[in-house]
């Protein structure tokens, strides 16, 4: 059974594994740390997990951003979409997804927007099939090296 709660400390040994696989290398489970638990003080976030008998085996990120045009609504930026290789095609992301539209929702957001890498097509047809429409817009990024 699949069951879709917040993340808690507990299991960040496990996210720290789904986000190896999300970019192909381990994080700092030290930062992780930190960060997670910066995070959890912030009510603007929320990360959600799929766990499948205890098992953590998907997440996201939906973080509300304040906006100031129009009729100043705040709209929802997801990242960091994750389910493990093992577990996808059972519904789990769209539990996943489903679970942070209701957040935006319950909090009076306009949109909800995301990036996905170009060469994720298979994510592509998915997020179509939860009634997402690719917008033909210049995506930017510029990384910033540590100082």
């Known amino acids: 059974m699949v069951t879709i709660e ?17 970019i192909g290398g381990p994080t700092d489970p030290v930062k992780l740390e930190t960060a997670f638990r910066a ?7 929320a990360l959600l997990g799929a766990f499948v008998d205890g098992e953590l085996l998907g997440s996201m990120m939906g973080i509300v951003c304040q906006d100031l045009v129009g009729d100043c609504r705040p709209f929802m930026v997801i990242e960091n979409v ?4 093992r577990a996808r095609r059972q519904g789990i992301g769209k539990k996943l997804m489903t679970a942070l539209e209701d957040i935006a929702h319950e909090r009076d957001c306009y949109y909800i927007i995301f990036v996905s890498g170009e060469k994720r097509k298979e994510a592509h047809v998915f997020y179509e099939k939860m009634g997402y429409k690719e917008e033909r817009v210049e995506g930017y990024r510029k990384h910033l090296s540590s100082h």
């Open 6 to 22: 917040e993340i808690g400390i507990e299991s960040l040994k496990a996210l720290n594994t789904l986000y190896e696989e999300l």
């Open 39 to 45: 995070i959890r003080e912030d009510s603007r976030y």
């Open 82 to 85: 994750v389910v493990s290789s």
